[in-house]
């Protein structure tokens, strides 16, 4: 699923739009940019991290509409920052719980890839 950058982007929108991408994918990223080019190091640690376990997943650039997928996302997550990661509908965390969890060895099993 593509966004496109919108300047009029209605938060009610954005909202659903972050709700139907969490329900339509296993894994979803939403991050600053995109997988090809990230725009900043949390999103691109975000990036690596995932796709060394997965190849499937879903990336969601949130710079279009910032502040609306921000608030989006802390409603749904409790999270403030960007990147987050959702697996099969629940929040995971972002690049340092991703990072914490592949150190200890369980980042392939939250992402359902074992």
């Known amino acids: ?3 496109q950058p919108e300047t009029d982007a209605d938060p009610d929108e954005i909202a ?4 139907e ?19 900043c190091g949390y999103s691109k640690r975000a990036v690596e991290l995932i796709g060394q376990h997965v190849e499937e ?7 279009p ?6 608030e989006a996302l802390e409603s ?8 987050q990661t959702f697996v099969d509908g629940e929040f995971v965390g972002g690049s340092d ?6 150190e200890r060895g369980e980042l392939a099993a939250e992402l359902g890839a074992e």
């Open 1 to 3: 699923m593509t966004f």
């Open 16 to 19: 659903a739009r972050v709700e």
């Open 21 to 39: 991408t969490i329900a339509d994918n296993d894994v979803v990223l939403f991050m600053k940019g995109n997988r090809l080019m990230p725009q």
């Open 57 to 63: 997943f879903e990336t969601v650039d949130v710079l």
């Open 65 to 70: 509409a910032l502040p609306h997928y921000r």
């Open 76 to 83: 749904r997550s409790g999270w403030e920052t960007i990147p």
């Open 97 to 102: 719980v991703l990072a914490e969890l592949d």
